[in-house]
T-cell receptor, first 113, second 111 residues
């Protein structure tokens, strides 16, 4: 099992550009989420999904879109990149139940200039 | 709104000593509290989970306590080693709903 695969690992964007961060998991988990991590602020939830076709906003959703057409994939779209979106982004897949556990991708370091 | 605090941004201890990290929370009633380890440039990795009705959980050199009255968890690493140096995150969970992380504590174990 590959677990959670996140691409790309690094990305530089110009202000106003759009892009999609890819996330795929092969564990058949229903629950997936996107976080951004900034120094001193920990992991902040952007969007999450509790199953295919269902998405919801987290703590910091503005400027980001998500969709969940399949159980495996949960892409994050930046609509018009801004310098404030410079961050490290993590995708996570959750095994939910009696022993909930989050499995994270390797992260994407995004710089918006 | 809910808030999670971890005792300090950074903690330095000598090798062989016990490291104690604190996680405090407000405005949340979690079913579970979890601890994760994060190394530089990597995603967090699950370490331990403790349920709301459990007081203490152990795994090798790790021990977690959970006091729902104080709204606090303590995370201990005994006989610490330089390889334990990392950032440790606590996370609150209600069966996958509203899964939130604390800001983390960066632990440095000095040889």
């Amino acid at each position: 099992n590959a677990g959670v695969t996140q691409t790309p690992k690094f990305q530089v964007l110009k202000t106003g550009q759009s892009m999609t961060l890819q996330c795929a998991q092969d564990m058949n988990h229903e629950y997936m989420s996107w976080y951004r991590q900034d120094p001193g602020m920990g992991l902040r939830l952007i969007h999450y999904s509790v199953g295919a076709g269902i998405t919801d906003q987290g703590e910091v959703p503005n400027g980001y879109n998500v969709s969940r057409s399949t159980t495996e994939d949960f892409p994050l779209r930046l609509l018009s990149a801004a310098p404030s979106q410079t961050s490290v982004y993590f995708c996570a897949s959750l095994r939910v139940g009696d022993n909930t556990e989050a499995f994270f991708g390797q992260g994407t370091r995004l710089t918006v200039v | 709104s809910q808030k999670i605090e971890q005792n300090s941004e950074a903690l330095n201890i000598q090798e062989g000593k016990t490291a104690t990290l604190t996680c405090n929370y407000t405005n949340y009633s979690p079913a579970y509290l979890q601890w994760y380890r994060q190394d530089p440039g990597r995603g967090p990795v699950f370490l331990l989970l403790i349920r709301e009705n459990e007081k203490e959980k152990r795994k090798e050199r790790l021990k977690v306590t959970f006091d729902t009255t104080l709204k606090q968890s303590l995370f201990h690493i005994t006989a610490s080693q330089p390889a334990d140096s990392a950032t440790y995150l606590c996370a609150l969970d209600n069966y996958g709903q509203n899964f939130v992380f604390g800001p983390g504590t960066r632990l440095s174990v000095l040889p």
